[in-house]
Each structure stands twice: as C-alpha cells, then as structure tokens.
C-alpha cells in the first residue's frame, strides 16, 4: 500500500522553523490501528489524515475532506498547525481549486482560505476561566519555579491550563526557561490537564507582538509543542479581553518559533492565520 506524504512546517515562511507536521493523503479508509502507527513512525508532534468522504470526491477538486489528528501516542480532538499543514499540502501541492475547503473534524467543521501569502483557518474560540490556585501551585511551581504568576485560568473544553507571568519579565526570560516533563507528569495526574500555556504581555510601546507563549503537553506525549494554533484558540480569548483587541499579532517563542495572526470573529470563532514551507514529500509504503 502507498500513502503520500508530506511534511510541512507550519505558522512560518521558511523551512526548519515553525511547527512540523506530517500530512497523509488517504485515497481509502485505513485500518483504524494503522493511524497511531503511521503517527508513531512519523514521531511528529502530530500526523494528519486528510480522507476523502465520498467515493467519487478528488483532492483536486472537492471542497470537503474527513481530517484527524494523531500525536504519538494518542488521537486529539484539535490542532491547528497540523490542519494549516493539511490546506497547504491541498492548495499548494495538489493545486485544489477551491476557495475555501472543510474539514469535517472531532471538533466540528474547520474551514481553511487563502489569503494572499497566508492561509486562515477558522477554529472554536475558548473561554477560559479563574482557576484556584491551590488546585495546580505543584504543577506551576514544577513549570516556573518561584517566578512571579499573573493570573492563572482554565479552559475547561481543552483541559487547558493558562499561567500569566508577571508584566515586568521580558520575552526572553520565556524563551530561557528551561523545564522537565517528568516534572509536569508527576505535578499532574488527576487528568483535569492535558495541555499547560505560559503566557506573556507582549511590549508596552504597541509594535510588535501582543503576547507571547509556549505550550507543553507531556500528558499526550509532548514535550513542548514548537507552534500551536489549539493554545492560541485559548489565549485568543484570554488576551482580547485583557488588551481589548479583536486584531492580534502572536508569537510562540520555543526554539523553532513561529508567528499567528489573529481576528476574532463576531460568531463566536477565531481566525488564526500562518504561513507554510513544504520540506518533504514522499510515499509511505507497506
């Protein structure tokens, strides 16, 4: 059996940066094993599935394809930068003739346009909630250590968790901070979180970014996510309110970085818009 795929880096212009997922294009259904094990040999943050819903449907052509997401280890119910992965690998490598496609997901319908030299996906925007600090103190103290915490809130759709560090630290103290994921996993068991966000204000004078972040999620099997447009469907929300913004300019600073802009939109959903840069194409084969 061959199943192409692709590899693409997500939420930037240029090859090596951003966030790398892997794309496979289904031209019939897998057995329902062989997605973790496709997932797992790939050994990306997450491996997409792009699958075709009707017998007589084309990657060329149709508008709506199935889409699912694996890391690893586990199915998700979200991920933005491996569906940015999978418009691109249909706008640009399979030259798909529609303005906009739908991705009929674990979290509803998806939809994905080209905007000049971006693509926009239009994802759930989650409110997030004060959290008691005393529920999670061990989990943010194996995280920041004896830094100085903002605000703490929680997203109770993503089991996320939102940790504010102070105004007064820089954006490089983010970058710098080095962290343990055994740390994270024994600090957290009780399942209530799957997915951990640092979060910072971005500079005072208004140029520039508005907040930065970086996301960890041992709890699916990774360590730190380099770019992730999930977290951003969650801070979108947290820092419109905090900045007053429906327009937003992100940047996730891990080691390979990466940059989402952001519009909120009057429905209740957010766009969250990248750039792409395909690295790999090949077939899978066994």
Known sequence: MHVPVFTVD??????????????????????EDLHQKIAAEMNLSE???????????????????????????????????????????????QKNTNSVLTFVTLSG????????????????LYST???????????????VGDMIVQDVRYSPDT??????LSDTYERSVLEELQVSAEGFLSAEKTGKVKGLILTLKGSASG?????????????????EDPVT????????????????????LAFQCSRRGGELKISLRGDGRVDIAGQTAVVLKGNLTF
């Open 10 to 31: 997500a939420f930037t212009a240029r090859a090596f940066a951003g966030n790398p997922a892997a794309v496979c294009l289904l031209e019939h259904d897998l057995d």
């Open 47 to 93: 491996t997409a599935f792009i699958r075709k819903l009707h017998p007589g449907d084309d990657f060329t052509k149709s508008s709506c394809f199935g889409l699912r997401w694996f890391t690893p280890a586990n199915e998700v119910p979200l991920c933005g930068h491996a569906t940015l992965a999978s418009a691109a690998v249909l706008f640009h490598e």
């Open 207 to 223: 140029k520039g970014h508005d907040f930065y972040s970086r996301y960890f999620a041992p709890w699916n099997g990774i360590l």
């Open 159 to 164: 089991k996320k968790l939102l940790v504010r």
């Open 129 to 143: 909630y004060p959290q008691v600090l005393q529920e999670v103190e061990e989990l943010i103290k194996a995280a």
């Open 229 to 248: 447009g999930s977290a951003h469907a969650v801070l979108s929300s947290y820092w419109s309110e905090k900045l007053g913004k429906k327009e937003m």
């Open 109 to 124: 319908e998806l939809k994905a346009r080209q905007e000049k030299d971006h693509i926009v996906l239009d994802l759930p």
